[in-house]
């Protein structure tokens, strides 16, 4: 079953030059991620600071295996570097017949 997955950063407001390149070159690589279907980067609106990412995955084993992957040392990303709080990930699933 696919899931989807919804991870709320926080940028450091000194990062926003910067910011959309490291974003860029980090989904890069997880768009390539067996089992990733979609990525697709939100700004807020009014705080250019706030971004969303919103991904589709295959199924939740797809997305853990990318998760853990990230925390290993092969797949560290330069993320952190921009980052004002811990990111908030979220995982969801389509309530079928709602």
Known sequence: MAI????????????LETAHKVIHATLTDTRA???CLDVTV???????AHVVLYEKWE????DRAYRAWRASAEGASELGSILA?????????VAEGV
Not at 85 to 93: E, I, N
């Open 59 to 62: 199924s939740i084993e797809h």
């Open 33 to 35: 991620f067996p089992g």
């Open 4 to 15: 989807t997955a919804i991870l709320d950063l926080q940028l450091r407001a000194d990062s």
């Open 85 to 93: 709080a811990p990111p908030r990930l979220s995982l969801f699933t």
């Open 42 to 48: 939100l700004v807020d609106s009014d705080d250019p």
